[in-house]
């Protein structure tokens, strides 16, 4: 059953289930492994997923909670590529259309979709690369 509540319930629920899909991913997984370790269940994750939960509530609601600067922590974090960004997106679309009705789901997409460009943008990769480098 598809649910259109945009809750900490529902959020929780997502966030959980998004990231059990993504640390199994070859290409997205590792960056998480390195990060928080492979025990779902840790310490560091369940921090981490109540980070996310707070992010969440504040894009779909606009509920204060989270506070931080998502950007700075993907710059400091490796190579990241189109192609890992477009796998983290695409396991994203699958979760939130798994779980939420379309227009629900389609709102979550969104601004995630937004916000991995903002970030590709800052990081220069894609279609947003700077081809200075290639003139010395
Ligand atoms: C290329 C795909 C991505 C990878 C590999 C990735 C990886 C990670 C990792 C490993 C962390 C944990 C860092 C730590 O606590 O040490 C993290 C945190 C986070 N990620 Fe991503 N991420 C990706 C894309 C995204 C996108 C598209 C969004 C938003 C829509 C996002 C939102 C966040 C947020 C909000 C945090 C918590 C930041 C904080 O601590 O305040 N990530 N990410």
Redesign the pocket.
């Known amino acids: 059953m598809k649910t259109a509540e945009v809750d900490l319930e529902s959020i929780e629920k997502m966030v959980r289930a998004f990231y059990a899909t993504l640390i199994k991913d070859d290409l ?1 997984g590792p ?2 492994i ?3 370790g492979d025990d779902l269940d840790s310490g560091k994750w369940r921090e ?1 997923y109540g ?2 939960d707070r ?1 969440w509530l504040l894009m779909m609601t606009g509920e204060e909670g ?1 506070r ?3 950007y700075m ?2 710059a400091f ?1 490796g190579t ?1 590529t189109v192609e ?2 477009d796998r ?2 695409e396991i ?1 679309y699958n979760q939130v259309h798994t779980q939420f009705t379309p227009k629900i789901a389609d709102k979550f997409y969104t ?2 979709q937004t ?2 460009r903002r ?1 590709m943008q800052g990081l220069e990769i894609g279609e947003f690369a700077s081809d200075e480098d290639d003139e010395y």
């Open positions: 997205v960056f998480f390195k990060a928080l981490h980070t996310l992010f989270y931080g600067d998502p922590v993907h974090m990241l890992i960004f983290w997106l994203f601004k995630g916000i991995a970030f």
